[in-house]
């Protein structure tokens, strides 16, 4: 990203944000979950599933209105920000 000079705007960063404090959240209890066994906490995340779809959602339909924008790299900035949100 860096070296192609691709920024990720702001409002993209803002609203990647809770996914990726999500993400990392479910990572957290999981591995809490498998290292305890801990079936309860292991229900907890896979019932979180629907909300993570739609955090991914949000954040793409953001990312595809930056198609939009007025700037020569939005294509490149596309494909970074798709793949930012898809790993």
């Known amino acids: 990203r860096l070296s192609r000079g691709v920024t990720v705007s702001r409002e993209t960063q803002d609203m990647i ?3 990726a404090v999500f993400v ?3 990572l957290r209890a999981a591995v809490t979950a498998y290292d305890t066994r801990d079936v309860a906490v292991a229900s907890t995340i896979l019932s979180q599933k629907d909300e993570l779809l739609t955090l991914i959602e949000e954040a793409r339909t953001q990312i595809r209105r930056r198609l939009l924008a007025d700037d020569p790299s939005r294509v490149e900035t596309f494909q970074v920000e798709m793949d930012i949100v898809g790993q």
């Open 17 to 19: 944000r809770p996914l």
């Open 24 to 26: 990392r959240e479910s």
